[in-house]
């Protein structure tokens, strides 16, 4: 018999993710580099899967699966796995051009779609990897914890006296602005944001991954560059959690040398542009870690609880248990519940927060301008507006949820 059936071995490049929990049930992603394709299996399956490197048989794998599950595999199971690798090109030695061909195409057309939308967009300008590559050897001590641990400490630092002296960093950046300090900051800022985004992919390459894109991203109402970092699904939690905690951190290390400029500068155009990037710097990096929004914070939250999604799988876990009861969420286990609860119930204290301070400040305005009665019937035709987009998005949402997507979670 062949041995690609005889002893199996999986496609070379092929990549096993580390395990995460989506609701009730662990996954694991697999990556093909060929195609571009993210699969997620279960635990069972990547049992056999990280077993596949031509050495074992079947019957090996079989006794090594019955030893760890209790179970006997049979021909209807080895049929089902078979299966699945040949529909996905999987399997060294049994591969066809054409289908890989399609797979390849239907990736593309996927990530293609996933860059389209009213509210966001992407646009790749191109792909860093070898740029990563040759720029990873020089920066390797920055990954060591004789750099990391006290260069925490030094950002940690720069938090501590932006909050001490708030008060006065916010009467530096009061009055008029010329253009030229203007188009300064916001020209630092987009340098900053993309330094950011390159320690995303840098943090990942050095874990293994690959950055498989530097672009420009819409996320309304913002425009600013982006890394893409897909492989971020294949790493442990805690380089998970590193590799988004990444781009937080050289923000508010850029921000060390405007501190200085600022606590030791003499006074002038220099030293209040340093004030604005100090006050504006640090608000930002703490925007990015507020955990309620889809920002690093929130990735960090959800990779340091080894969760795939924590807020649609809150949403998920709240929906089975308002519509079915407590006993509809016993397969979770306890830590999960516990988590999906407390992260439901802040959101919500969090959002009606915000909600409420948006609305009564954009009252006040408005009732200032047009006069209480417009500003009401204003307000109302937006929550309405705002509403419908809502309900389209949702729709849109679920129309593709069951489609399998080539790209993972983040």
């Not at 018999?1 to 999986?10: F, K, V, Y």
């Not at 049979?74 to 049929?79: A, T």
């Not at 913002?222 to 590193?242: E, G, N």
Request: proline share 5%; with cysteine.
């Amino acid at each position: 018999m062949d041995g690609t059936w005889t002893r199996p071995r999986l496609r070379a490049g092929v990549v096993l993710g580390a395990g995460q929990w989506r609701g009730e049930k662990l996954v694991h992603h697999v990556k093909d580099p060929e195609t571009g394709w993210f699969y997620r299996i279960g635990p069972r399956e990547h049992f056999l899967l990280s077993r596949m490197d031509g050495t074992r048989t079947l019957d090996d794998l079989a006794t090594e699966y019955a030893a760890t599950f209790r179970r006997r595999l049979g021909p209807e199971n080895w049929q089902q796995l078979f299966g699945m690798l040949h529909q996905r090109q999987l399997l060294d030695g049994a591969a066809d051009p054409a289908a890989i061909a399609r797979l390849t195409s239907a990736a593309a057309e996927g990530a293609a779609r996933s860059r389209r939308g009213p509210l966001s967009a992407r646009w790749p300008l191109y792909d860093p990897d070898r740029f990563f590559d040759r720029l990873l050897p020089r920066l390797a001590p920055l990954f060591s914890w004789w750099f990391v641990l006290p260069a925490l400490l030094v950002v940690l630092a720069v938090a501590g006296y932006v909050a001490v002296r708030l008060p006065v960093l916010l009467d530096g950046v009061g009055g008029d602005r010329p253009l030229a300090a203007i188009v300064a900051s916001l020209a630092i800022t987009w340098v900053i944001i993309f330094l950011h985004e390159c320690a995303h992919g840098l943090t990942c390459r050095h874990f293994g991954g690959r950055g498989t894109e530097i672009g420009v991203m819409w996320r309304f109402p913002m425009l600013a560059p982006y890394c893409k970092v897909d492989d971020i699904v294949l790493f442990t939690p805690r380089r998970r959690v590193a590799t988004a905690f990444a781009g937080v951190f050289v923000s508010m290390l850029a921000l060390v040398p405007f501190a200085a400029l600022w606590i030791w500068g003499a006074p002038g155009a220099l030293h209040d542009l340093a004030g604005t990037m100090l006050l504006f710097g640090t608000a930002t990096a703490a925007l990015n870690l507020v955990p309620f929004l889809r920002l690093d914070g929130y990735y960090m939250l959800s990779h340091a609880l080894n969760l795939g999604d924590l807020r649609a799988d809150t949403y998920r876990f709240y929906g089975r248990l308002l519509r079915h009861g407590p006993g509809a969420v016993r397969g979770y286990r306890l830590r999960d519940r516990v988590a999906y609860a407390l992260y439901g119930v802040a959101s919500l204290a969090f959002a009606a927060t915000v909600l409420t301070l948006l609305v009564h400040y954009w009252y006040v305005s408005l009732a200032r301008w047009v006069g209480a009665g417009w500003a009401v019937a204003i307000l109302v035709a937006e929550a309405l507006v705002l509403a419908a987009l809502a309900g389209h998005l949702a729709r849109r949402r679920a129309a593709e949820s069951g489609a399998e997507q080539p790209s993972p979670d983040r």
